[in-house]
């Protein structure tokens, strides 16, 4: 009978397991998922960025708009893979919120309110993303095993 309940539990075990590896792997994508447009739309529409970047007073500009698209981008697409997860979670979620702090500040507009706090929002789940890893549906689990 011992045997049977452990199985049992074994079974119950991995099903939640599975379930929580889905909704990690879901997780990364929906946080990846802005990232990867907004590099996308830097990449596809620079001049609209690069005078939203001046427009704000942001020193090399251009440098700066290749240095977002790059993180936006790349960690975006690693976010998404669960490659070098932790760590593209950590830059993607300093990335977001010093563009709160330079971009976002000016909390009595309530449209800025809201993007300083979405940022706030996204660094937080990063965060999580972080300090638990990117699941076993990633590519970190598949070459450490």
């Given amino acids: 009978m011992a045997t049977s309940s452990t199985a049992a539990e074994a079974g119950k075990a991995s ?23 907004s590099g996308l739309g830097k990449v596809a529409a620079p001049a609209a960025s690069l005078a939203y970047m001046r427009a704000t007073g942001l020193p090399l500009a251009p440098l700066g708009l290749a240095a977002a698209a790059l993180i936006e981008l ?9 490659y070098r997860t932790r760590l593209a979670a950590t830059v993607l979620a300093a990335f ?5 702090l330079v971009f976002h500040s000016a909390l009595s507009d309530q449209n800025q309110l809201i993007h300083f706090f979405k940022n706030m929002a996204m660094a937080g789940g990063l965060l999580q ?14 070459s450490s095993r």
């Fill in 15 to 37: 099903r939640s397991s599975s379930g929580q590896d889905r909704i990690a792997l879901a997780g990364r994508v929906l946080l990846a998922a802005i990232f990867v447009m």
């Fill in 74 to 82: 790349g960690g975006g697409l690693a976010l998404i893979l669960g």
């Fill in 129 to 142: 993303v972080a300090a638990f890893g990117g699941g076993r549906l990633s590519s970190d689990a598949r």
């Fill in 96 to 100: 977001a919120i010093v563009t709160a």
